[in-house]
């Protein structure tokens, strides 16, 4: 037997369960932006990203309790996407389809870890709320290559977009959900929630591209940049609303996966 088997064989059930709590936690978080995004639509609010989503749950009545939880599930879901990827549990292959696939996983592996710290922070009374830090990014721009690599990050963003988009529009993601025949309008929904998350990557994608020379000093932006932005356009509080309807559809397809996805860690044995 080896070392991976015996990994699966001994915790496979935990595997699982700290998988779909990892979902679960994505699904709050998208539900929080969504909400505030459909909210500043029609109020003075602002919109607010996912360091600013996990903000909101700190500063709750149960905020310690919902911190500890946070801590725990993001991190859980960072480690499931780094075993979806190491050991290939959904069978992408390793053709430019596959390694595509994977490198977004690994992708949010770590933009989810980054979200776990940040709630360990938090939790532990360092943490100063709100932004994300552009370290990366100044000492590209110090080196001479930051245009380069905005630009870099712009495709990729691009590419998650077109990803995301295609996903909900041939509705990709039921070959790994069971969705129960009664529940049927979850399709639509989760549908409905990647295409809303795809078309923010796209606005994502055009302000990075579009400033480009001026992120030197300032944050790289976010989900919430996105949406700040879609507000101040004709009409944008419409679209605003829109999309905000979108991401908490997104987070209503978390949910799903946490309760539906076939979780299978069987094949990485």
């Given at each position: ?12 059930d935990r ?10 936690a994505r ?215 829109l999309t ?26």
């Amino acid at each position: 037997m080896t070392t991976t088997e015996a990994i699966i064989r001994d915790h496979g059930d935990r595997m699982r369960y700290a998988a779909r709590a990892g979902y679960i936690a994505r699904g709050a978080v998208f539900l929080i932006i969504g909400y505030f995004a459909f909210s500043a639509a029609f109020a003075s609010g602002e919109a607010m990203g996912e360091k600013d989503a996990i903000d909101e749950m700190a500063g709750s009545g149960f905020g310690t309790a919902l911190l500890l939880a946070l801590v725990l599930a993001l991190a859980a879901f960072a480690a499931w996407r780094l075993f979806q990827v190491i050991f290939d549990i959904d069978g992408h292959g390793t053709g430019v389809k596959g390694i595509f696939i994977r490198t977004g996983l690994t992708i949010s592996a770590f933009a989810y870890g980054a979200l776990a710290f940040y709630a360990a922070t938090l939790l532990i009374g360092l943490g100063s709320g709100g932004g994300g830090g552009n370290g990366i990014v100044k000492a590209a721009y110090e080196a001479g290559i930051g245009v380069w690599l905005t630009y870099a990050i712009a495709t990729g963003m691009a590419a998650a977009g077109a990803a995301h988009v295609v996903k909900g529009a041939k509705a990709g993601f039921e070959k790994y959900m069971n969705i129960p025949a009664d529940r049927s309008w979850l399709k639509q929904v989760c549908q409905f929630g990647l295409i809303a998350r795809g078309i923010t990557f796209f606005i994502l994608a055009g302000l990075l591209v579009t400033g480009a020379a001026s992120y030197r000093s300032g944050d790289t932006p976010g989900i919430e940049t996105a949406l700040s932005a879609m507000a101040g356009w004709s009409f944008g509080w419409a679209l605003l609303s829109l999309t905000g309807l979108g991401l908490i559809a997104f987070g209503i397809y978390a949910l799903a996966e946490a309760a539906y996805r076939r979780i299978n860690v069987e094949a990485a044995a």
